[in-house]
DNA sequence: AATGAATGAGTGTTCATTCAT
DNA sequence: AATGAATGAACACTCATTCAT
């Protein structure tokens, strides 16, 4: 619903028809609208983090391990177009909503990204004299752009693809002469 | 006052107050309160694209002009506050508004972008075997996501450090091993 | 309340407010601000020809008939100020609205009325030479002009009375010399 | 304007317009948006009480004066269209202000014709157990209607027959038993 | 006299939220 | 637990009127 119409535009009684219920059970279980957005949000994140975690245990290469992250990324919006637009929109909607509560996430994104950054340059397989907060920014902001052009306009979309292109540059960009030659 | 509380939390006798005029007086000059913020969304983009073209037709070289565009987009939002929470949020508020309004503008500037770094194959000093498309948003991406950082959080920005550090990955990324050797 | 004060001199929260509820529940009620006054225009007149078609079935002759609507159309209104008020002015608010809405409610009337004049010309107690339309209009008409006269002004107003000068002047005007004699 | 509008829905803005004006003009000849319409109204019963009383004078026979009446009562309406969506609308838009503004008029016109009646009856000529009020008021509401039955539909309007039409009917009402033979 | 930009009070309508059932 | 009728604050927008030019 908030995906097709957008947040603003979705009244609570729109959203509690879609889901089958009338309009005061969805205060049996939210507190509020603004509750309905934030605890979809926070459980996508949660979904994600869980995954993440999980896969990335499986291997100690900090480039498998970014790989692994990339993939998830796009394999799980691409698979939920709704919440990939929600992901892309709802989630900036406003400056005070984004600082209070869905930057929150991202920042938490990052660190995990940047930890696997840093973890790669202590392998030597990433330069060093990059940041590791500007790596994950690149990295995160391409990804995130490659899903907002799936998003706003009608082409098709193949993560694995996608995922090889921008991998293709950032691994280029960061890794060490001697790993690359 | 939209970059502080968001469109849809600011009603339009807040933003007449704002501008010292009465309501009524507003609706002299927009239509709609949609379109006051689609005006906004458009001056800006139409500045910042007279300003690039002008800046971009000193040189020829490629890599030149990509510095120049990194550069253009990080200032003009470093300049204006304001105007880089309003392209960090309400540009993006909701599927349809991007759809039919603001995403245009993105693909103009990608467009651009994409332009420059074709050239820059042509000239060879930028890779052949990456797609254009891919390489330009990867870039804004990264830029995108550096002024979210900033505009989000309290931290400083520096737009000339920070086109440094992105133009640092990108570029190595994507040029050509006899520029880069 | 639209009888006192007119329909566009009557804010739908004084609406509301004088029956008895919050401002939003007209709106469970009513689709908008016109359908009220529609709604009540229209279950005045389906009101109005249930009654007359029953009390017309009482008889087959026509000028017994014509006496029966006559009396109805006077005591429906005498019953019911606010609602001759309303059918007396807000019925005829625009040329657009009664051209889209409240005209055809008359023209059923008239058509109604025209059945009967022609039934008793028909019958041979109603002169053949005049048009059941002009008929009609002038009964409607001379009615009408009576309401109006009352509820402009303060007289007591008496409907058998008045019922019974008005057919005076239009039976004599009608009925045949045969008949008159 | 206001006959093709409804005067609530002709801002003055558009009439001015209309008259090829700027809005502001409008007030150097008229206090409010109400004396707007008030003045057309004032104005166009003035302009008939003036020829109906030249063309009255012309005769002393009460039945002929009754005549002159209604032709110029349908003429004066057939010839301007606008003028008559009004007088059959706006003229009647609340009671509030038929009471204080508009019933003067028809009270004036009432009056001019129930002195004709009781010429007439004076003369021998119209029956004398008919009130001359309930006379008049037939006799207006049955032409008002006519009136109404043109501009609210597409039928063409012959002033001519209508006159004839009527009379016919209210005339035979009317006359005395001796007139008639 | 004429203008038309500016005003700001007024209003129809929406919708998040509550609560009696 | 679930309902959905009722609420009333909030808001976008209109427009009659004013007044400096």
Redesign the interface.
């Known amino acids: 619903m908030i ?7 979705s009244p609570v009684s729109a959203i509690a028809a879609r889901a089958g219920v009338a309009d005061g059970t969805v205060y049996l279980y939210f507190k509020s609208k603004d509750q309905i957005l934030r605890t979809a949000i926070d459980t996508a994140f949660l979904h994600f983090f869980e995954r993440a975690r999980e896969e990335m245990a499986t291997t100690e290469d900090a480039a498998q391990q970014l790989r692994i992250l990339v993939r998830l990324h796009l394999e799980t919006l691409a698979a939920n177009h709704a919440l990939a ?1 929600v992901m ?3 989630v ?8 209070e509560f869905s ?1 929150q996430h991202l920042v938490d994104y990052l660190n995990l990204t940047r930890e696997v950054i840093r973890r790669g340059q202590q392998q030597g397989i990433f330069r060093p004299d ?2 590791d907060r ?2 994950a ?2 990295l ?7 899903v907002s ?1 799936w ?3 009608e082409r098709p979309f193949e993560p694995g693809t996608t995922a090889s ?2 991998l ?7 890794e060490t002469q001697s790993n690359h030659a």
Request: hydrophobic content about 45%.
């Open positions: 995906a097709e119409n957008g947040f603003f535009h637009v892309q929109t709802e900036r909607q406003s400056a005070r909503f984004i600082a930057r990059v940041s500007t790596v920014h690149c995160f902001g391409a990804l995130d752009e490659m052009s998003v706003f306009t292109q921008v293709d540059i950032i691994f280029r960009g960061i």
